[in-house]
Nanobody
């Protein structure tokens, strides 16, 4: 069983930066692809970014490309999302995910609020 815990959310002004982190625990967590999703108030959950198990390949939603960076540290079983040039439309609860053999696992989420 995989357990994911996000941290790093908060309130930031537009144009600012935040770094989200996800601590993963469980058997074999370093072999799974990971990612970030977000859900804004009143909207459906959407994919933000993903990274392969070895960190060699990353992908981003068009809405965050060039502003967000995803990476992972398999030695520490952590995943991170650096968010720069934040916009009010980035306001959402951000979820860490891991694609395991049992399906996509989710963290509890961390809230990011970007004020204009």
């Amino acid at each position: 069983q995989v357990h994911l815990v996000e941290s790093g959310g908060g309130l930031v002004q537009a144009g600012g930066s935040l770094r989200l982190s996800c601590a993963a625990s469980g058997s074999g967590v370093s072999i799974y692809a990971m990612g970030w999703y977000r859900q804004a108030p009143g909207k459906e959950r959407e994919w933000v970014a993903s990274i392969t198990s070895d960190g060699s390949t990353t992908n981003y939603a068009n809405s965050v490309k060039g502003r967000f960076t995803i990476w992972r540290d398999n030695a520490k079983n952590t995943e991170h999302l650096q968010m720069n040039s934040l916009k009010p439309e980035d306001t959402a609860v951000y979820y860490c995910t891991m694609n395991t053999l049992l399906g996509r696992q989710w963290g509890q989420g961390t809230r990011v609020t970007v004020s204009s």
